[in-house]
């Protein structure tokens, strides 16, 4: 069975800059979760996703963060503008249907903003 | 946000078993407490799941006292490839979807 998936690996651009990041989790799963994981912290959970409705997204700075899941299957996690603070690990979890359920993280994406 | 804690760090050696505690004092009434690992430029691996007093798997068992503040994790004998951050995982205050991680334990296994 196929793990999470996630794309780019890593990434390096200047503060203001865009960047977007991929997801693709596992066949079946209907949960979807970003996190980020600052170096040293536990991971942070930005939004969850229940197909392709939003269950919580309590902790995501709207102001610059956004995500999708079009079609409760593939998701995508923009920032724009980027500032240094948001250098972080950026992993992507999917469970088969509930927070109750083991969650499958991805291997994430190294973002750097200089 | 609830706060959860765990010890910074903790040091072991082959053969021994560990146990690494998490406080969580806000859990919600039906939330779930997760474990899991983490390796070097790896995501979070599933260890072990409760709810109430003790499970076991093959690989830990998990104890949760009756008031369910708090969870320990226990390793039975441990391995150099042990060698890890555990974190704790539980829903928090009135909403079983606010998941947060603890602040995770390094654990170091020596030979």
């Known amino acids: 069975e196929a793990g999470v998936a996630q794309s780019p690996r890593y990434k390096i651009i200047e503060k203001r800059q865009s960047v977007a990041f991929w997801c693709n989790p596992i066949s079946g799963h209907a949960t979807l979760y970003w996190y980020q994981q600052i170096l040293g912290q536990g991971p942070k959970l930005l939004i969850q996703?229940?197909?392709?409705?939003?269950?919580?997204d309590s902790q995501l700075p709207k102001d610059r963060f956004s995500a999708e899941r079009l079609k409760g299957v593939d998701s995508t996690l923009k920032i724009q503008p980027a500032k240094l603070e948001d250098s972080a690990v950026y992993l992507c979890?999917?469970?088969?249907?509930?927070?109750?359920?083991?969650?499958?993280f991805g291997p994430g994406t190294r973002l750097t903003v200089l | 946000l609830a706060k959860t804690t765990q010890p910074i760090s903790m040091d072991s050696y082959e053969g021994q078993e560990v146990n690494i505690t998490c406080s969580h004092n806000n859990i919600a009434t039906n939330d779930y407490i997760t474990w899991y690992q983490q390796f070097p430029s790896q995501g979070p691996r599933f260890i072990i799941q409760?709810?109430?007093t003790k499970v076991t798997n093959e690989v830990a068992s998990l104890f949760i006292p009756a008031d369910r503040k708090s969870s320990t994790l226990s390793l039975p004998r441990v391995s150099l490839s042990d060698t890890a951050v555990y974190y704790c995982?539980?829903?928090?205050?009135?909403?079983?979807?606010?998941?947060?991680f603890g602040s995770g334990t390094r654990l170091l296994v020596r030979p």
């Open positions: 979890a999917s469970s088969l249907d509930s927070p109750y359920n083991e969650q499958f």
């Open positions: 995982l539980v829903g928090e205050g009135d909403s079983s979807y606010k998941l947060i």
């Open positions: 409760g709810y109430k």
């Open positions: 996703f229940q197909n392709n409705g939003v269950v919580d």
